[in-house]
């Protein structure tokens, strides 16, 4: 007889014959197992017949319907302890997340953003200012630590906390100086510390209900949520065999998209699908290129904003330079974004 | 309510000893047994307005006590405790050692395997459940209720020849032949029947 066909036996309880008992002396493996299952079969019958006392019906009901009475008066610490001990893996879900919160909100990491801005007067003299003015005006607005400086010609005023700072302190220098030209407004960078939940929040969140709204409705909506931030933004709203596509030129310099072109517009565009809800963000920090470009050709202008884009890292589409009528040049810059989804 | 919780205890009382014994075999002790009962009934009576069918209360309430031994078993690791096999003095009649040696082996063997096939090893092998209630117990076809208590038996005896040494073992087979042989018997006397 072989090993395989006493394993078979054994496993299916058959009584053993001659023949199983002198291969079982002969094989100590077979004489293993087959020792495992008398052991197991007797086990089992000995269990079988041991008669347990039980406890009395009566003594089992008056102790349940007094735990169920005590389990009602628990108070909702020890509820709590119970769940705690029943759902280990719930509380350790639960703790997880507790972490994770803690971690985004609460722990600061190093990252770049927009700390400040300066106004940068070209051409402005303290000769045009009455002494003790400019400081004066500056304090009146709220800003007494903003910096005056002038080098050379130019007038740097810095420090000024938000764009609609410098925006205020532009209007304030050209109404108490008369000096027309616009300033360049210029963000100040710098390596901050803070969440992660920090620096998300940085980012402009813009979201729009679009359900029965017209197309343009939804580009002042944006626009005006944009105007929050960026001064006055272009977008337009087209829709199309069930796309909606949003272009948005955003001009983060302070003047107007067509009226100068030393400064630098970023367009954005989404394609969404027809949805009831527009949802995207917008970076808060638009960078601001300052180019001299006088006396350059369209297609000097071009290489040298795609140049700077460059240095900063931009992925430049397109650039369309026209001149317009009155003999001011509109640049165009389309940049390549990477992550601009509605939908 | 105070009817259902009536009816509820009408039902328990003619399978309570079988139900509490099946759970202090389930735990392998007397003490976890009897805690075990308590919070399966006290589930079963919150659960009770949910049975439909009176008469298939005593399934219903095996499984139950499947169910949350099941939950015992899933307890984490730091607040379980290993608990030794122990004797009940009071059922010890005839041979304590004996009684004891067999426990211990048969909990040895039982930890090899999941709460639902400890259950049925229990109640087809030591409380002598047909096929037909474990059926109705576990909702598993026939076919499939067998290969699993086929499958636990061949289990448990690996486990028990893993803790079995190998060159003693040969001077005790003709002792073990006669009993196995003796109890290959019985099993299918019994089956017969």
Redesign the interface.
């Known amino acids: 007889m072989r090993c395989k066909e006493v394993i078979r036996r054994?496993?299916n309880?058959?009584?053993?014959d001659s023949e199983m008992?002198e291969h079982?002396?002969s094989c100590?493996a077979c004489?293993?197992?087959?020792?495992?299952?008398?052991?197991?079969?007797?086990?089992?019958?000995?269990?079988?017949e041991?008669?347990?006392?039980?406890?009395p019906?009566a003594e089992?009901?008056s102790?349940?319907i007094r735990?169920?009475a005590e389990?009602k008066k628990e108070s909702i610490m020890s509820i709590m302890k119970n769940q705690i001990?029943?759902r280990?893996g719930l509380v350790t879900g639960l703790s997880l997340a507790v972490i994770v919160f803690l971690f985004i909100t609460l722990v600061p990491f190093s990252y770049t953003t927009t700390v400040g801005y300066d106004l940068v007067y070209a051409n402005l003299n303290e000769a045009n200012i009455t002494p003790g003015q400019l400081p004066r005006a500056l304090a009146a607005l709220g800003y007494e630590d903003a910096g005056i400086e002038f080098d050379g010609g130019n007038c740097l005023i810095s420090g000024l906390p938000d764009k609609q700072a410098a925006r205020e302190v532009a209007i304030a220098v050209k109404a108490l100086t008369g000096f027309q030209a616009d300033p360049q407004i210029r963000p100040i960078t710098g390596v901050v510390s803070g969440s992660l939940f920090a620096q998300v929040r940085e980012k402009l969140h813009i979201e729009v209900e679009t359900e029965g709204k017209s197309d343009q409705q939804i580009a002042d909506e944006i626009r005006q949520k944009l105007a929050t931030v960026y001064t006055n933004p272009t977008v337009t709203v087209t829709t199309s065999g069930g796309e909606r596509q949003i272009t948005m030129d955003i001009n983060d310099s302070g003047v107007n998209v067509a009226g100068d072109s030393t400064r630098d517009v970023k367009r954005i565009e989404l394609h969404v699908g027809d949805t009831d809800n527009i949802s995207f963000e917008t970076p808060a920090g638009v960078s601001c290129a300052n180019l001299d470009i006088e006396g350059m050709t369209d297609a000097e202008i071009e290489a040298a904003v795609r140049a700077k884009l460059a240095e900063e890292g931009e992925n430049v589409e397109s650039v369309d330079i026209t001149t317009n009528a009155d003999g001011k040049k509109e640049i165009k810059i389309k940049v390549e974004k990477e992550e601009t989804s509605g939908n | 309510m105070n009817m259902d919780n009536e009816l509820f205890?009408k039902l328990?009382?003619p399978i309570?000893?079988k139900a509490?014994?099946f759970c202090?075999?389930l735990t392998g002790n007397r003490d976890d047994g009897?805690d075990l009962?308590?919070e399966a009934?006290?589930y079963a009576?919150s659960r009770f307005a949910t049975l439909k069918n009176t008469a298939a209360f005593q399934p219903w309430l095996f499984r139950i006590i499947i169910n949350s031994f099941k939950?015992r078993q899933r307890?984490?690791w730091w607040?379980r405790i290993t608990l030794r096999p122990n004797i009940?003095e009071?059922?010890v009649?005839i041979d304590p050692l004996?009684?004891y040696d067999?426990?211990r082996?048969?909990n040895r063997?039982l930890t090899s395997l999941s709460p639902e096939d400890k259950a049925m090893i229990i109640l087809y092998?030591?409380?002598?459940w047909p096929i037909g209630e474990l059926v109705s117990i576990f909702k598993k076809p026939e076919g499939t209720i067998k290969a699993r208590l086929?499958r636990a038996?061949?289990k448990?005896?690996?486990k028990?020849?893993s803790h079995?040494s190998?060159?003693s073992?040969?001077g005790?087979?003709k002792t073990?032949?006669s009993?196995?042989?003796k109890?290959?018997?019985?099993?299918?006397d019994s089956k017969d029947k």
């Open positions: 054994i496993n309880s058959v009584a053993p008992r079982i002396k100590p004489a293993r197992a087959f020792k495992a299952a008398s052991i197991l079969n007797n086990a089992l019958k000995s269990e079988k041991k008669s347990i006392e039980t406890t019906f089992i009901r102790r349940i735990k169920t389990k001990n029943r280990s | 205890w328990l009382e309570h000893p509490e014994s202090r075999k009897d009962y308590q009934i006290i009576m939950n307890t984490p607040t009940d009071s059922s009649k004996a009684q067999s426990r082996w048969l063997a092998e030591i409380d002598g086929w038996r061949r448990m005896r690996k028990l020849e079995l190998g060159p073992v040969k005790d087979i073990d032949v009993v196995g042989g109890y290959a018997l019985q099993r299918s």
